[in-house]
Each structure stands twice: as structure tokens, then as C-alpha cells.
């Protein structure tokens, strides 16, 4: 339904931005509701001004994160905006210097707040640069790109009222929580996570919103789950998502039909997508020819030196076919990439002692060229 892959796809839908989409969602709910409160147990908020998701992962993954930031002070000032912004009416205006003046006075982390520092602005330009593509504030007058340059720099903004919706409710105490184990068992209550809807939730969250899951083995409570309830999850998955569900010994994976798109899949119409797919063509072939082998749970462990040369060999066999950033890309760059852009499909696993394990997923998809081209080159 077109509606559910709006919805899960993006952050919120705001009416201002789009007023078609967001009645069209909006009158579409009725269809969707049960299997979003029963199956996923995901909250719907709908306002005048939004309709939001909230969408909770069945399990926390090293890739989930706000892809426009990156360092721990950003999200730090991330939060610190939202807190600004609670005592803010919808449409009240404020300066950059009342937010800089806030953050300084506020911020409770080792490092000195210091807007002499321009990694400091830097940091701030970056999270109000998110919040301003979010919606949650617009610039009525100035650029941003002046506060990089100097810290007396001034810019006009003004509160869309949304910032409220941003972040979640919590059941907790969120003050209480000090692990990423802590938000996770948020909503259990009491309640036993390996049984009934709670289990239920979870697979069916961890199977829209991660790029497969993995058996761990007999005690993997999720895995049986899956295993028990196959028909179930396949019935639903092809009902509301139009995705077929391909479950193995060692994986399952939810494969979206040839019409249907989304933003953050594999794979996708990015140049590194084709590299990778390639790169699993070529590790599946060694697997094929005995030169690499799996363990009981179809992984593969490789160290960084090997998994170097493998990226090596693909880039003389391939790399003619590669768009031009990659081909003129340095090795060792285009290996930080290609290592980068599978562990954020959990194609690969890289230990504390950077050993990298090569997952199950690589040969659900991979890719080659035509006979002739290889036969040209």
C-alpha cells in the first residue's frame, strides 16, 4: 500500500510541503492501522500540521543514525535546539546569538563550549542545517554560512511548532537509561521480550527496518519466531508491503518487488551499489571455487589485508565498467567505501580486532556484466 511505504520511508509528512500527500495518507489510514498497532506496534500521531510514524527498530544496528551527523557534539546540540525550542510558540522568531547563548549556558559535556573555535560552529551549522530540512525551523533572514566565518554572524529563525514531534515519548525515565540495552527494553514493562506480541513486534520491526536478520542459532527466540510463523509473515509482508519474504537456514530478508523504489536500499541507482555488486559476484565465485569458505553459519571471515587484495582483483577485472569517481578513486579509498557501504546493509560484521566477517546477505544479491562487455575489455 502506497500509503504504509510513505510513511515508513519518511521521518514525518508535513502538510505545508506537500497538502496531496499528506490528505491522501491521511485518508488511507483505515487500511493499514491494524497491522501497524498489532503487528508492529508502531504509534501513529496526526496533527494539522503532521502525520508521523514512530518508527522504533526491533534492534538497535550500527548503522541507524541521523546520516547528516556525525560527531557525538552534534547530536549533543541537536537536542539542546529542541530544548531551546520547547519554550517557543509556533511562528516566534530568534536569533542565532539567543540558541549560541543557550548552548553555552546549558551544555553539560567535558568539552568548553568555545564559538571562537570554528569546529564548534561548524557543528551547530550542521545541526541547524538538519533541523531546517526537517521542517522543525525556517530562516527568515541570513545565511548560516557567515556564523562558519565569524561568530558575531546573526541569522533570523523562526519556530514551525513541530519540534515537539521529534522525538519520541519514552515509558521510562529516560534519565534513568544508560545504555542502548536501556531503550530498547523501554516498552517491556515487566513483560517477557522473548514471548507473545512483544516478540511478535519485534521481528516484524527488525524485518521492515533492517536489510535482513541473522539465526543465531537454536536459542534465537526471533528466528524461531519466524520459522514458526513463516506463512503468517508472508501473507502480511505481501498484503501491505507488496515484498516477498526469502527465508533461509542462516537468514531472512524482506525483497521488495521490481516496481517498487525506495530511497536507502540494495540495490539502488548509486555508483558504490553497482561496486558492491559486483564485489559479491566475486566473492560468491571463490566461495564457488573453493578459494574461500563458510562456516555452519554461511559466514565468511577475512582480514583487512584479504579483503584489500579482494578489492584490488575486482577493481582490475571491473573497473573499466565503474563510473569515474570510482575508477580514478584511490584503492585504499575505494575499499573505506566499499567496507562503509556493506556494514550499513549488514553485509559484513568488522570485529574489535578488525576481523571482518562476511555475511550471509552477499549472496542474496550480487551482479555481473554482460559476456560482451567482458569479452571488449
Not at 546540540?77 to 529542541?82: E, G, I, W, Y
Not at 554572524?153 to 544508560?178: A, Q, W
Not at 523501554?186 to 527496518?209: F, H, T
Not at 584503492?331 to 567496507?339: P, T
Request: hydrophobic letters at 35%; glycine letters at 6%; charged letters at 30%.
Amino acid at each position: 500500500m502506497k500509503g504504509l511505504d510513505i510513511l515508513l520511508e519518511n521521518y514525518w509528512i508535513r502538510r505545508n510541503d506537500d497538502k496531496e500527500k499528506y490528505y491522501g495518507i491521511k485518508n488511507s489510514l483505515d487500511g493499514i492501522k491494524d497491522f501497524l498497532s498489532e503487528k508492529l506496534s508502531y504509534q501513529l500521531i496526526i496533527n494539522s500540521q503532521i502525520i508521523k510514524l514512530e518508527k522504533i527498530p526491533g534492534k538497535a544496528e550500527s548503522w541507524m543514525g541521523i546520516k547528516e551527523l556525525e560527531h557525538i557534539m552534534e547530536y549533543v546540540f541537536l537536542c539542546q535546539v529542541l530544548m531551546f525550542l520547547e519554550d517557543k510558540d509556533k511562528e516566534e522568531q530568534f536569533l542565532l546569538s539567543e540558541l549560541t547563548d543557550y548552548i553555552e549556558g546549558t551544555f553539560m559535556g567535558d568539552e568548553k563550549i568555545d564559538w571562537t573555535l570554528y569546529k564548534q560552529r561548524r557543528y551547530l551549522i550542521k545541526v541547524l542545517r538538519f533541523v531546517v530540512h526537517m521542517g522543525i525551523i525556517k530562516v527568515n533572514d541570513g545565511e548560516d554560512k557567515n556564523f562558519a566565518n565569524s561568530q558575531d554572524s546573526e541569522v533570523l529563525y523562526e519556530n514551525t511548532g513541530i519540534s515537539h514531534y521529534f522525538m519520541r515519548n519514552f515509558i521510562g525515565n529516560i534519565m534513568d537509561y544508560t545504555s542502548i540495552k536501556d531503550l530498547e527494553e523501554d516498552e517491556l514493562l515487566g513483560a517477557d521480550k522473548d514471548k507473545g506480541r512483544m516478540r511478535r513486534n519485534r521481528v516484524y520491526r527488525r524485518l521492515v527496518m533492517s536489510p535482513g536478520i541473522y539465526n543465531d542459532g537454536a536459542y534465537d527466540h526471533d528466528y524461531n519466531y519466524i520459522k514458526n510463523y513463516r506463512g503468517m509473515i508472508q501473507k502480511d509482508m505481501e498484503k501491505y508491503l507488496e515484498c516477498e519474504v526469502h527465508i533461509h537456514k542462516n537468514g531472512t530478508f524482506l525483497i521488495a518487488g521490481e516496481d517498487k523504489y525506495y530511497k536507502d536500499v540494495f540495490p539502488s541507482n548509486r555508483a558504490i551499489s553497482d561496486v558492491v555488486l559486483l564485489f559479491n559476484h566475486h566473492l560468491i565465485s571463490m566461495v564457488k571455487e573453493g578459494q574461500l569458505k563458510r562456516n555452519e553459519k554461511d559466514i565468511i571471515f577475512m582480514d583487512m589485508n584479504e579483503f584489500y587484495k579482494n578489492v584490488v582483483k575486482v577493481k582490475e577485472v571491473y573497473g573499466k565498467g565503474f563510473s569515474k569517481e570510482y575508477r580514478d578513486m584511490k584503492i585504499e579509498k575505494l575499499r573505506d567505501e566499499i567496507l562503509k557501504y556493506m556494514e550499513s546493509f549488514l553485509m559484513i560484521n568488522i570485529t574489535n580486532n578488525n576481523l571482518i566477517m562476511i555475511m550471509p546477505i552477499i549472496g542474496k544479491i550480487t551482479g555481473k556484466y554482460p559476456k560482451d562487455f567482458m569479452l571488449k575489455e
